[in-house]
């Protein structure tokens, strides 16, 4: 199993369906009320589509016209039932990355509009997020029929936008393959490098983005990238509290509880009870943590400290050790016998989603 | 362009307006009517994806974690706050 919705990476085995679960829900809600809706609420101001274009898409949809082609789920188990959610969900968080400004010029907008849209700054006009309650079994099927309708709603928006003229079919396919190809994640690549050129290093943390830029990772275009480094005085956490800002462009997708007000709002009031408490990180005595709440221009990473007992290994195995967790100071790079553990029982390397817009 | 532009230097103590003073809502409220250093000076920075105008020059400010919270730990919290947020602190009002 991936590992992408659970907080702690390597799970070989599938075992707490309910921190599953509730990761789908949490990052379902999120992508919806905080990502997509804002956007097609802020076209539907500006006429770029309207609700007649919606509704009539929705009328003319097809099997065969349609543009998202969801796999069956492997099995009736809850296992394979889960499984099949979540990547039900990349699916959507990928297809809301179809639709972005970058991909449709007539969306004319950047991320401040998006705040704005959805409340960031007037509670007025927050959309609220659904809560889900009961067994395990009736959340799952909940879940399976909100992500049906949200899909649904993507699937019209895509449509009226073709159907605008705002973007051809064949413009969204190509995007739509480029979102699918596997690629080295990022950040493995960038800390196994820092960990093994010190020239690199030292560029990587006094210049950030520039640093990037000769090393084949997609150096992204969001802010100012500074990178902060772990050492056995300082432990570094990267938050925004304001909503959940990131090098995304650069490190894809965070963990749910990233964007979640809990650890917003812990981290900053009491950090070393709330990593002890929601990462089971206990910081030693004689290391100062440091929060970095990037709360404008600058984008945020830590460069986690090398783990013991890697003396001689490859990049390429050094990259398997970096966890998305480790960049944001929620967790250590991993140990290579853990590691190597939970590769046998099954479990790939973290890969975090592409960001969606 | 970073010493042309910005008119606090690494070092310098600084109090965040405790009210909103131009309508830029970026600064959090737990650091409103705070104290900190500046420890980082980043100029005026272009981000195109994010936002339309140029806001006023940007600091990371660092916090003394006892500072913004009820937590004593000797930890702190460092924030990117934009100048007009920020006035000199005299000497003998800094709290450290």
Redesign the interface.
């Known amino acids: 199993m991936s590992g992408k919705h659970n907080h702690k990476a390597f799970e070989g085995h599938m075992h707490d369906f309910e921190a599953h679960i509730r990761a789908v829900e949490e990052d379902l809600e999120y992508y919806r009320a905080k990502r997509f809706e804002p956007r097609i609420i802020y076209l539907i101001r500006r006429g770029v589509v309207t609700f007649s274009d919606l509704l009539k898409a929705r009328v003319a949809l097809k099997r065969s016209n349609q543009f998202f082609k969801l796999k069956r789920p492997q099995g009736k188990n809850i296992e394979a039932r889960v499984r099949y959610l979540e990547e039900w969900l990349d699916e959507y968080v990928k297809g809301i990355a179809l639709v972005s400004a970058r991909a449709v010029e007539a969306m004319d907008m950047?991320?401040?509009d998006n705040r704005k849209e959805r409340g960031d700054?007037d509670d007025f006009f927050k959309i609220k997020k659904k809560e889900h309650h009961g067994t395990l079994e009736e959340r799952m099927v909940n879940v399976e029929q909100d992500l049906k309708d949200y899909q649904e709603l993507l699937e019209v928006f895509v449509q009226a936008l073709i159907g605008r003229g705002w973007s051809t079919r064949e413009q969204l396919q190509q995007r739509w393959q480029q979102l699918h190809e596997e690629r080295p994640w990022a950040g493995g690549v960038i800390v196994a490098k820092a960990w093994t050129d010190p020239a690199f290093k030292q560029a990587l943390l006094s210049t950030g983005r520039e640093a990037l830029r000769e090393m084949g990772v997609h150096q992204g275009?969001?802010?100012?990238l500074?990178v902060v480094e772990n050492t056995d005085k300082i432990h570094n956490v990267i938050v925004c509290?304001?909503c959940s800002c990131y090098p995304y462009?650069i490190l894809g997708d965070t963990p749910w509880w990233y964007k979640h007000e809990s650890y917003r709002t812990k981290i900053?009031?009491?950090?070393?009870?709330c990593i002890r408490e929601m990462f089971g990180l206990e910081v030693s005595a004689g290391q100062?943590?440091?929060?970095?709440?990037?709360?404008?221009?600058?984008r945020y990473f830590v460069l986690p400290q090398r783990p013991g007992g890697t003396q001689g290994m490859s990049e390429k195995e050094l990259a398997k050790l970096v966890t998305v967790d480790s960049l944001i100071g929620a967790g250590y790079a991993l140990d290579p016998r853990q590691q190597e553990k939970a590769e046998k029982l099954g479990a790939k390397s973290e890969a975090p989603r592409v960001r969606p817009d | 362009m970073e010493s042309a532009t910005s008119k606090y230097r690494i070092g310098d103590a600084v109090l965040v307006a405790a009210e909103n003073p131009t309508g830029n809502p970026r600064t959090p409220r737990y650091i409103r009517g705070k104290r900190g250093v500046i420890s980082a000076v980043h100029g005026l920075l272009e981000n195109v994806r994010d936002h339309r105008a140029i806001h006023k020059p940007l600091y990371t400010v660092r916090f003394d974690l006892s500072e913004v919270s009820s937590c004593d730990d000797q930890d702190s919290v460092w924030v990117d706050v934009h100048e007009e947020w920020l006035s000199s602190l005299p000497p003998e009002e800094r709290n450290y």
């Not at chain 1, 100062?288 to 600058?298: F, K």
């Open positions: 950047v991320t401040e700054y275009k969001v802010g100012k500074v509290t304001l462009d900053v009031q009491n950090p070393r009870a100062e943590i440091r929060v970095y709440d990037s709360t404008s221009d600058v």
